[in-house]
C-alpha cells in the first residue's frame, strides 16, 4: 500500500525566513512525486513535480529515494505563500491516480 | 484556459436524501476523479473513471456510486446521505498516460452539509 505523510498539520515563520514543509513516503515501486497547493477561496492547483526537476515561486523539491522524502523547500518565504500545502504520490497504476498526504497549513507573518 | 466545473458550491441536504454531484470538464480528458477534503484528513479518493462508463473504487467508496455516460461528465451520487458524510467533494481530470502521471485539475468544490 502507498502512503504519504506530512508530520506538521501547521508551519508558522516570518517573512523572509526559510521555509521546509516536509514530506515522506512509503511505495515500493517507482513513485512519482507532486506537490499541491491551495491558496485561500482558490482551487487546489499543481505547484511542482519531481520529474520536471524546476522551480515554482521560488519552491522547489527534490525526490530522495533513500530517505523516501520530497521535501518542499524555499529560501525566503513571503506573505503570498500562505495557503495549504498537500504532498501526493502517484504509483503505476496507469491512471494518475493520487495518494495525497494530510496536508500542511503554511502561515506566513509580515 | 482549463476548466472544471461543479454543478454546486453549496449544498445542503436531509438524512436519506438521493444527492447528486455534477462535474463537468472541457479538456478531452479520459481521467476523472472524485475526493472528499476533511480538515486533518487530506484528500481521499471516493472512485474515478479512466473512461466512458467505466470506473474504479478509490479508497472510501463506502456510501457512494458513480456514473460516466459521456466522456466530459462525471457524476458522484449519495443513495441515502449521512451526516457522516458532511465535506468538501472536489472533482479533478487528467489526461492518461501509461509511462507517467500528468496533472490533475481541479473543480472549485462542493461543500455538501447533511442534516
Known amino acids: 500500500a502507498q502512503r504519504v505523510t506530512q508530520p506538521e498539520k501547521l508551519l508558522s515563520v516570518f517573512k523572509g525566513a526559510p521555509v521546509e514543509l516536509k514530506c515522506n513516503y512509503s511505495?515500493?515501486?517507482?513513485?512519482?512525486l507532486f506537490w499541491y497547493v491551495q491558496y485561500s477561496r482558490q482551487r487546489l492547483q499543481l505547484l511542482l513535480r519531481h520529474i520536471s526537476r524546476e522551480s515554482i515561486k521560488g519552491f522547489t523539491a527534490d525526490l530522495n529515494k533513500g530517505e523516501t522524502s520530497f521535501h518542499l523547500k524555499k529560501p525566503f518565504a513571503q506573505e503570498e505563500d500562505s495557503a495549504m500545502y498537500y504532498c501526493a504520490l502517484s504509483g503505476d497504476s496507469g491512471y494518475s491516480t493520487l495518494t495525497f498526504g494530510k496536508g500542511t497549513m503554511l502561515l506566513v507573518s509580515p | 484556459d482549463v476548466k472544471v466545473t461543479q454543478s454546486s458550491r453549496y449544498l445542503v441536504k436531509r438524512t436519506g436524501e438521493k444527492v447528486f454531484l455534477e462535474c463537468v470538464q472541457d479538456?478531452?480528458?479520459?481521467?476523472m476523479f472524485w475526493y472528499r477534503q476533511d480538515p486533518g484528513l487530506g484528500l481521499r479518493l471516493i472512485y474515478f473513471?479512466?473512461?466512458?462508463?467505466?470506473?474504479e473504487k478509490g479508497d472510501i467508496p463506502e456510501g457512494y456510486s458513480v456514473s460516466r455516460e459521456k466522456k466530459e461528465r462525471f457524476s458522484l451520487i449519495l443513495e441515502s446521505a449521512s451526516t457522516n458524510q458532511t465535506s468538501m467533494y472536489l472533482c479533478?481530470?487528467?489526461?492518461?498516460?501509461?509511462?507517467?502521471?500528468?496533472?490533475?485539475?481541479f473543480g472549485p468544490g462542493t461543500r455538501l452539509t447533511v442534516t
Open positions: 473513471s479512466y473512461d466512458v462508463k467505466m470506473k
Open positions: 479533478a481530470s487528467s489526461r492518461q498516460g501509461r509511462r507517467t502521471s500528468y496533472e490533475q485539475y
Open positions: 479538456m478531452d480528458h479520459e481521467n
Open positions: 511505495y515500493s515501486g517507482s513513485p512519482e
